[in-house]
Every structure is written in C-alpha cells, then in structure tokens.
Nanobody, 114 residues
C-alpha cells in the first residue's frame, strides 16, 4: 500500500507563495502519473495539477500560470509551487496518483488571507 505524506502548507497573504511537497512510499512511484488535489468544506475534491511519469503537466484553468507541479522520482516526491496565491486557493491540498489509486494522506492546509 502506497503511503502519501503532504507538507508545506500554511497561512500566506494574497500574492504570496508556498511550495508543497508530497513524499510517497512504494516502488511504483516513478511510473505513476501524480496529481495535486484540493478540497474545501462542502465541495468535492478537485484535481488542480497533474504530471505524468515523463513530466508532462496539466493544470486546472483556475491555477494555470500560477502553479507549477514537478516531481523527483529518485526521491519519490512531488512538488507544487504556488505563486500569486488568491483567497480562493484556500483549501486542504492532497496528492495522489491520477487516477486516484491509493488511500488519501492527511493533506496540508493552505490558507490565503490578509
């Protein structure tokens, strides 16, 4: 069973930046497409960025141009660089494979507020 541990969230002012990390266990990490998802209370979890095993990326329109997903296969880690953050980016952020293939981690809270 792959385990996922997200970190790097926090409270930031609008326009600020954060870098999230997701450490994954499991020998099949490098062949999986991975993604960052986010969820706010009362709404469904949404995929905001994904990256294939050969580093092709895709982004939701709401974050395009502001977020950058990357991966380090030897370290079994996926990153999400978030710039120009907006209050509507406030959510709990999770990583998982795309499509979802394992249990969710605890997530990391991102709060954007002045």
């Amino acid at each position: 069973q792959v385990q996922l541990v997200e970190s790097g969230g926090g409270l930031v002012q609008p326009g600020g930046s954060l870098r999230l990390s997701c450490a994954a266990s499991g020998s099949r990490f490098s062949i999986n497409a991975m993604g960052w998802y986010r969820q706010v209370p009362g709404k469904e979890r949404e995929l905001v960025a994904s990256i294939t095993s050969y580093s092709r990326t895709n982004y939701a329109d709401s974050v395009k141009g502001r977020f950058t997903i990357s991966r380090d296969n030897p370290k079994n880690t996926v990153y999400l660089q978030m710039n120009s953050l907006k209050p509507e980016d406030t959510a709990v952020y999770y990583c998982n494979s795309v499509p979802v293939g394992t249990s969710w981690g605890q997530g990391t809270q991102v709060s954007v507020s002045s």
